[in-house]
């Protein structure tokens, strides 16, 4: 399409308001065109001097022109936009709210391409020309469209900033390096650029790097549970197999135990029942008897009498003792007390089976048992022995942070998350469900296992120190959320010149020498916590002996009184030993 005269140039029918094609296109009385809203919306604005003027030619009326759409102009439109407009370059379509427009255009403004950093301007195709034919144009510099050109303009002397100064590292023009810069290091703007850009690049290459690492570092992860959901899907599928295993082989046993009870059972009935019949048939033998002797009793002639009793036959010895033969029930109970014990000792057994497991989750980091570094109170300590004894607790140092989602809003967290100071008035926290609402607490981001090491400084009216599993409750003021107050967590409360150890609502006195800092020994395999105070001796002030089951955090509690703090201290591993890593 061609844009120089053509009728169906889109140039010609924008409205110079809107830089858009007419809509409800109007002519007013200087000739000029325009979108009736468009130039309602312009002389409402001029309502109040009842004097109208035409954006473009500046010519002024009065009273206000009555509007009638143009028919013809609205008919060309539309035929422009079914035909013409579908071909318009992509190009020249205008940029819209973000786009930058070229500097150039009087009319409709095109998209810019190009911006000129010494021309200070932007231009679209058309008029970029210039910088291409013109030899003292060829020189500017150009980049892509800028719409901040005017940042490039010193504010005081309207020059262009074509030097940076490395002193203030700001860019600068020649006026200000004449006078408030005179004796500051600059250079020029395109030099500072280059050293930028190839820092820049550098710095780049770093985070690609690190992208790439961190990619790495991700694929692993995923592949680290995709093993892991494999490993456990195969656990449960070869457990479930080994339990159905165990249960076939102990219906099995069943049914055999239950089978030699019935055997048992039906050749003791048989014998108790042949040992009946026996019987049954001796009564009858002996009742016999009993009547034959009855009526010989009961004659009277002494021949009949002597001559019967001769013939009468001697009693047969029985072969019965006179006691009912014992049926060996002990057999039936010997059974059941064997089922019995079999099942005591399997519930022992998956009972054993249950803490190992549950021991081996709770110890991700299987150390041997190790003794603690000092196991007695130091209370006359020279220096050299309080050195060499921190030392030794110095190589189980661990890096704690606290974490901001569970301080509570009076709580103030700072110096790298390793500080707790109470407020006055509540800091403004997000919610979060990990926070704690009632009580001035807060835990440590890092969780710990295995053998660890920590000192902390306080100040103020009083605080405790304390270690807790994570499930501790966040929610009101009660003995469930608060350390040393129910079996989840243990906490040393320290006064000026007092200390008392909690513990599942237990309160011990604890004495020893007053310190601003104490120090956290913690073995969670050997289930030992010691607190120590530290100052030039470092004397045991309490030890606690106990089976901790899941990994612990640090928790920290303050006294409302503004200004008390608490601060984790950052610690250096020991002098001569090599420390050991967490």
Same mark, same amino acid.
């Given at each position: 399409m061609a844009q120089g005269g053509s009728i169906m140039d889109p140039l010609k029918f924008a409205c110079s308001i809107c830089l858009d094609l007419l809509k409800e296109p109007v002519t007013i009385p200087c000739g000029h065109n325009y979108c009736m809203d468009c130039i309602k919306i312009h002389w409402n604005g001029e309502a109040q001097r009842k004097i109208y003027s035409c954006p473009q030619c500046r010519r002024t009326f009065s009273p206000r022109p009555v509007l009638e759409k143009n028919i013809m102009l609205a008919e060309l439109v539309e035929e422009l936009k079914k035909t013409e407009l579908r071909s318009t370059p992509a190009d020249l379509s205008h940029p819209g709210p973000?786009?930058?427009?070229?500097?150039?255009?009087?009319?409709?403004?095109?998209?810019?391409?190009?911006?000129?950093?010494?021309?200070?301007?932007?231009?679209?195709?058309?008029?970029?020309?210039?910088?291409?034919?013109?030899?003292?144009?060829?020189?500017?510099?150009?980049?892509?469209?800028?719409?901040?050109?005017?940042?490039?303009?010193?504010?005081?002397?309207?020059?262009?900033?074509?030097?940076?100064?490395?002193?203030?590292?700001?860019?600068?023009?020649?006026?200000?390096?004449?006078?408030?810069?005179?004796?500051?290091?600059?250079?020029s703007a395109a030099a500072e650029f280059t050293e930028k850009q190839k820092k820049l690049e550098e710095t780049r290459q770093q985070v690609q790097q690190r992208i790439e690492s961190r990619e790495k570092d991700m694929k692993e992860l995923q592949q680290e549970v995709e093993n892991i959901n494999t490993s456990a899907d195969k656990a449960v599928e070869d457990s479930e197999e080994i339990f159905n295993q165990m249960i076939i082989?102990?219906?099995?046993?069943?049914?055999?135990?239950?089978?030699?009870?019935?055997?048992?059972?039906?050749?003791?009935?048989?014998?108790?029942?042949?040992?009946?019949?026996?019987?049954?048939?001796?009564?009858?033998?002996?009742?016999?008897?009993?009547?034959?002797?009855?009526?010989?009793?009961?004659? #009277?002639?002494?021949?009949?009498?002597?001559?019967?009793?001769?013939?009468?036959?001697?009693?047969?010895?029985?072969?019965?003792?006179?006691?009912?033969?014992?049926?060996?029930?002990?057999?039936? #109970?010997?059974?059941?007390?064997?089922?019995?014990?079999?099942?005591?000792?399997?519930?022992?057994?998956?009972?054993?089976?249950?803490?190992?497991?549950?021991?081996?989750?709770?110890?991700?980091?299987? %150390?041997?048992?190790?003794?603690?570094?000092?196991?007695?109170?130091?209370?006359?300590?020279?220096?050299?022995?309080?050195?060499?004894?921190?030392?030794?607790? %110095?190589?189980?140092?661990?890096?704690?942070?606290?974490?901001?989602?569970?301080?509570?809003?009076? %709580?103030?967290?700072?110096?790298?998350?390793?500080t707790v100071t109470m407020m006055r008035e509540s800091g403004y926290y997000l919610y979060h469900p990990d926070r704690f609402d009632r009580r001035w607490q807060v835990l440590s981001k890092q969780s710990l296992t295995g053998r660890c090491y920590w000192e902390v400084e306080w100040s103020g009216a009083g605080v405790q120190i304390a270690v807790t599993y994570k499930s501790i409750c966040r929610d009101g003021d009660y003995d469930d959320s608060s350390f040393g107050l129910n079996e989840k967590s243990w906490a040393l409360h320290c006064r000026r010149n007092s200390y008392t150890f909690y513990h599942d609502s237990i309160d011990t006195p604890v004495s020893g020498p007053d310190s601003s800092t104490i120090g956290v020994y913690l073995d969670h395999g050997a289930g030992v916590l010691a607190f120590y105070s530290v100052s030039e001796t470092m004397t045991l002030l309490h030890r606690v002996q106990t089976r901790f089951r899941k990994p612990l955090h640090v928790g920290i509690w303050l006294s409302r009184s503004t200004g008390t703090t608490v601060e984790i201290l950052k610690l250096k591993g020991p002098k001569r030993r090599g420390a050991t890593a967490f």
């Open positions: 973000e786009g930058v427009f070229c500097d150039v255009c009087s009319e409709m403004k095109m998209k810019a391409v190009k911006s000129c950093l010494d021309c200070l301007a932007s231009y679209c195709e058309e008029h970029l020309r210039p910088h291409s034919d013109v030899p003292a144009l060829r020189k500017h510099k150009l980049v892509g469209p800028s719409g901040n050109l005017h940042q490039n303009v010193c504010s005081l002397h309207d020059e262009v900033m074509k030097i940076f100064c490395r002193t203030d590292q700001r860019c600068i023009c020649y006026l200000c390096l004449m006078d408030e810069h005179k004796n500051h290091e600059t250079v082989l102990i219906q099995k046993r069943s049914s055999e135990v239950k089978q030699k009870i019935r055997s048992q059972q039906e050749a003791e009935v048989s014998r108790v029942l042949d040992l009946q019949e026996e019987l049954e048939q001796e009564i009858s033998d002996l009742k016999s008897k009993d009547r034959e002797m009855e009526t010989l009793s009961n004659t #009277e002639d002494h021949s009949q009498f002597l001559h019967r009793y001769s013939s009468l036959s001697a009693l047969s010895q029985s072969t019965h003792s006179s006691g009912l033969p014992v049926c060996p029930l002990r057999f039936f #109970e010997e059974v059941t007390k064997a089922a019995a014990d079999t099942k005591d000792k399997l519930q022992e057994l998956l009972r054993d089976k249950e803490e190992n497991i549950s021991m081996t989750e709770a110890k991700p980091d299987v %150390l041997p048992p190790k003794p603690e570094p000092m196991n007695q109170v130091q209370d006359s300590a020279s220096s050299s022995m309080h050195e060499e004894t921190r030392e030794n607790f %110095l190589q189980y140092t661990r890096k704690i942070t606290l974490d901001l989602n569970t301080a509570h809003e009076l %709580l103030e967290i700072s110096e790298g998350n390793r």
